[in-house]
Every structure is written in structure tokens, then in C-alpha cells.
């Protein structure tokens, strides 16, 4: 059974868990049926989330009643996936904040009839978007205030101006009100009367932030899709799609053998502590690029996830006291597993990716690029490779990879599908409950591909050990 601590705390974040589910359970992933009935649940209860789940969510209890309503409304992944982003956008919308303008209408319209009862009401407003809208319970009462204050002006027959804001209006009225800290001469009172000031003037000045940055970001996100496009505020024309969050490629879209096989690779050297990258030595030759480095890999010496209870691969033979750097090309030809020539045959290759990492001091380089290039010759020795440089508290290894390779080699430091797999297994399926890392969350949070390969890892109902194949079908891989 699924514990609360795997269920995100954001209600946004509870909100994107659910879709993700049912988009897994429509394109053929794996969903957590479980973790989808306890999400519905919370939504259900909430009140000012009711009417905004999707009509599917409220009545269907669970995946296996979803899946035949799914699959009867379209036949393809991509239009199923059309029906579900589309059916959360009002819920996605209000959460992030999108629909929340009515919220000085709202303190309006209930202050017309200005009485005790109408303040309450729009008070209680705010308190309840204070969890799932804080941006609009901060307009609301920022409205309360200013409708309020002016309301008490008009009646003490003050003047004021449109331009005015919240301070200014407030400090009129405590003046009006004898309310000023200034007015009084003891202390207490006046420690009291100066939080209040103080108060009014935050939520006023809050509420200008909060609408500065929320247009800066939109701004941004609207420029990062259409570059030509000009600042537009809220606008949603035709020539600018302002896009309403991050979501997972498609389902049906058919990946590179490459692709993943590149993904593989950086998901066995994360899971043992090492920060990963690709890497493009530029060249100086106009339209062209030295080469590729498909993984650079760094783990540091303290590294520690006790709170996972997995060790560390022993294939990788990681020294702790070091720092450990690992240049990795990945090949999805067993037959062409090698390093690219310009890292084999050109020093000065060598030398720039070890400039680039930054781990050895410049008058040092050409000396441990000097050790290093033989690491990476097809006739390097296996032990030589596996043990590496070592120079400078740093410790640089040569790593090939292969996750399609099936003959075990044992003249070359090779990673196979099956290391991989196997290490990927026991981090991700545990045979008893971790109390300490929790394995079952939102696996979109792994970006892509990593997404898609980490969620078909972690189906608990296989019953047979995964296989490198049955990942490359389950993929789609062309």
C-alpha cells in the first residue's frame, strides 16, 4: 500500500502525479493504481477542486475502470493524450495561478452590501486559496483592505485619487481613525498600531511582486516559444501559444536504439553517485567540431546515499577517497565499440576535455593527458583502464559501453545491458520496504527519455528478470 510520504505535498505537483498516472494508464506505460485512488481522493474532498477534476476522475475509482472509457473515446495514444491534458487544463489553469484574476471581483462584489457579514465572507474567501492559490488569497485580502479603507474615506468625506495605493489609503485612515502610530505617546500601543502599518504595507507590497514576477515569467515563457514574439502579458493569439507547463513527448514517439542506449548509460552512473553530462569539443575549423563525448561522468570522493541502502556497483571498483572522472562512449554496435579517433589520436583532444572538466591544474594537463590517451586504444589493458590515472587526488578512467552487448568480453572494461539492468533492479525494486527512500513517486520527474525507461524499471507486476530487448520494444526503438 502506498505511503502519504510517496504522494508529493504540492497540490500542483498531486495535480500533474494524477495526469501523469492516467496518461501512463492511456499510452501504454505502467500507472499506479493505488497511488491514483488515493489522488482522486484528496481531490475529491476538496470542495474548491471538485468542479475542476476532470469529469473521468470523478467517475471512474480506479485504472482499470478508466481504461475502458479511454480506449473506447480514441484509438491512438497521441488523441488519448489530447482528451487528458485537455480535460486538466481548467484544474492545471486555476492551480498555477492562471484564473485567479476574479479574485479583486470577488472582494468586490461581496463588500456591496457592506457589513459585518460581507467582510467575513470575503476574509473566508482568502483563507480557503490560501493552500491552493496564495497568489490570489494575497489579491483578495490586498482588495478587502483597499475596499474597506476607501469605503471609510468616503464616509468621513476624505478625498483620494485612483494612483493612491493600499499604504497610502491605510495611512489616511489611521490618521481618521487615530490608528497612527504616532497619534500615541505609550509604547505597547504603539508597538501594536506600528505591526498593523507595518502588515498593510507588506500585503501591499507583496501583491506588486507577485503580479511583477508572474508577468516577468510569462513574458519569458512566451518568448522562449516564439522568439519573435513581442511581450504580450496574457495574450494567447494565434502566433503565441503560451505554453501552460512541461509535459512528456509523446507516448508513440519512436526512439533512436542510440538514444537510449546513451540514456542507459547515464542512468547506471547517476544511480552510483556520478554527475553526468555530454560534450562537444568545438573545433576551429568553421561548421565543424573535434568530436563528441556521449558521457562525461564525475563522482566526488564524499559522496553519500545511506538513505537508499544500495552499495555501489562493484563493476565500477569506485575509490571513495578519490575523485572519480569517467570519459564513456556508448555504442549500440557490439561490433564497433570504440573510443572516436580524434580522443585516441590527438593529444590535444585529450588535453581540452581535461581543461574542460577543470579537475587538474592547467600546467598539469599534458601530463595526465599523456597517461591517459593510452586508456583509450582498442589493445589498452583491461586492468590498466579499470584502475585509471590517478593524479592530483583525481582519478580518470576510460569507460565503454554497449547495452545491446551480449558476449561477454573479458579483454575490455565494457558495460552491457545486463550490469545496467541488474543494478538499475536493485536500486529501484527492493524486496522489502525501504523506510528510508521511498521508490515509488512521479517518474516524470526523471525529464525524458529518462521517464519512460525508469517507469517501465519500476513495474512491480513483472513477474520475469527485464532484458535489454524487452526495454528496446517496450520503447518502440526504430
Known amino acids: 500500500m502506498p505511503q502519504d510520504e510517496e504522494i508529493p505535498s504540492s497540490i500542483l505537483e498531486q495535480a500533474t502525479m494524477l495526469e501523469g498516472l492516467l496518461i501512463a494508464q492511456a499510452t501504454g506505460g505502467i500507472a499506479d493504481d493505488q497511488i491514483y485512488q488515493i489522488l482522486r481522493r484528496k481531490f475529491m474532498a476538496d470542495p474548491t477542486l471538485y468542479d475542476l477534476i476532470p469529469v473521468f476522475v470523478r467517475t471512474y475509482r480506479n485504472m482499470s475502470a478508466f481504461w475502458p472509457f479511454i480506449k473506447r473515446e480514441a484509438k491512438t495514444y497521441a488523441e488519448r493524450r489530447e482528451i487528458i491534458v485537455k480535460a486538466f487544463t481548467p484544474l492545471m489553469d ?117 503580479s511583477e514576477l508572474s508577468r516577468s515569467r510569462r513574458q519569458i515563457a512566451c518568448q522562449t516559444i516564439s522568439p519573435s514574439c513581442q511581450p504580450c502579458g496574457q495574450h494567447r493569439g494565434s502566433n503565441c501559444h503560451l505554453p501552460r507547463r512541461n509535459l512528456p513527448r509523446e507516448a508513440t514517439e519512436i526512439m533512436r536504439q542510440s538514444d537510449v542506449d546513451e540514456a542507459l548509460a547515464v542512468l547506471y552512473l547517476r544511480l552510483n553517485g556520478y554527475f553526468t553530462t555530454g560534450l562537444i569539443l568545438h573545433s576551429p575549423i568553421h561548421g565543424q567540431a573535434t568530436t563528441e563525448l556521449d558521457c562525461v561522468a564525475i563522482r566526488m570522493p564524499h559522496h553519500q546515499q545511506t538513505d537508499r541502502v544500495v552499495s555501489d556497483a562493484p563493476f565500477l571498483e569506485i575509490k571513495p577517497s578519490l575523485t572519480d572522472l569517467i570519459i564513456c562512449e556508448v555504442k549500440s554496435n557490439p561490433e564497433l565499440v570504440s573510443f572516436n579517433r580524434p580522443l585516441k589520436e590527438e593529444r590535444q583532444t585529450v588535453e581540452a576535455l581535461l581543461q574542460w572538466t577543470g579537475v587538474h591544474s592547467k600546467e598539469n594537463i599534458p601530463h595526465v593527458a599523456g597517461k591517459v590517451q593510452p586508456l583509450l586504444q582498442d589493445d589498452a589493458n583491461l586492468e590498466e583502464v579499470r584502475s585509471g590515472v590517478t593524479d592530483e587526488g583525481v582519478r580518470t578512467r576510460a569507460l565503454l559501453c554497449c547495452p545491446s552487448s551480449t558476449a561477454s568480453n573479458s579483454e575490455r572494461w565494457l558495460l552491457d545491458g545486463l550490469e545496467i539492468l541488474s543494478y538499475a533492479n536493485e536500486c529501484f525494486n527492493p524486496g522489502v520496504r525501504r523506510d528510508t527512500c521511498s521508490v515509488r513517486y512521479n517518474f516524470q520527474q526523471w525529464s525524458y527519455p529518462l521517464n519512460r525507461i525508469v517507469t517501465w524499471l519500476k513495474d512491480q507486476g513483472r513477474k520475469t528478470p527485464t532484458t535489454i530487448n524487452e526495454l528496446y520494444a517496450h520503447l518502440g526503438v526504430a
Open 94 to 210: 486555476y492551480l498555477e495561478g492562471r484564473n485567479s484574476a476574479p479574485s479583486d471581483q470577488i472582494a468586490s462584489n461581496a463588500l456591496e452590501t457592506f457589513d459585518v457579514e460581507g467582510v467575513h465572507a470575503v476574509w473566508n474567501k482568502a483563507i480557503a486559496r490560501r493552500t491552493t492559490d496564495p497568489e490570489g488569497a494575497i489579491t483578495i485580502a490586498r482588495t478587502l483592505l483597499e475596499t474597506v479603507t476607501k469605503r471609510i474615506l468616503d464616509e468621513c468625506g476624505e478625498s483620494y485619487t485612483d494612483k493612491e495605493d493600499l499604504p497610502k489609503l491605510y495611512s489616511y485612515v489611521a490618521k481618521i481613525l487615530k490608528l497612527a502610530p504616532s497619534q500615541h505617546t505609550e509604547e505597547p500601543i504603539k508597538a501594536i498600531l506600528g505591526g498593523a502599518t507595518n502588515l498593510v504595507n507588506g500585503i501591499g507590497t507583496l501583491r506588486n511582486r507577485l
